[in-house]
Nanobody, 124 residues
Framework: QVQLVESGGGLVQAGGSLRVSCAVSGRTFSSYVMGWFRQAPGKEREFVAG????????YYTDSVKGRYTISRDNAKNTVYLQMNTLKPEDTAVYYC?????????????????WGQGTQVTVSS
């Protein structure tokens, strides 16, 4: 059973930075496409960022381009999301997800495994 455990969420002021991490159990982490999603209260879950197995190709939703960076360390079975210049509208529960395929998808349906989420709150 693959387990994803997010950490690193918290409360930060607008303009600040935060890094969330997602540790993945098992020995096949390097075979997964990884994604980060978020869901704000009363809103649909949305894709934030994704990267392929090697980490050489990354994808972002427009609202976070230039502010967020997704990366992975296959030796540590961990994917990261560095968030800079945070805004109050970035407040959400952030989820990581893993997909046993080659392509990053910007909606949640194709992902096979999900973490429990970590809360990120940005105060104004």
């Amino acid at each position: 059973q693959v387990q994803l455990v997010e950490s690193g969420g918290g409360l930060v002021q607008a303009g600040g930075s935060l890094r969330v991490s997602c540790a993945v159990s098992g020995r096949t982490f390097s075979s997964y496409v990884m994604g980060w999603f978020r869901q704000a209260p009363g809103k649909e879950r949305e894709f934030v960022a994704g990267l392929i197995q090697s980490g050489s190709s990354t994808y972002y939703t427009d609202s976070v381009k230039g502010r967020y960076t997704i990366s992975r360390d296959n030796a540590k079975n961990t994917v990261y999301l560095q968030m800079n210049t945070l805004k109050p509208e970035d407040t959400a529960v952030y989820y990581c997800a893993a997909r046993r395929a080659r392509a990053v998808m910007n909606w949640g349906g194709p992902y096979d495994y999900w973490g429990q989420g970590t809360q990120v709150t940005v105060s104004s």
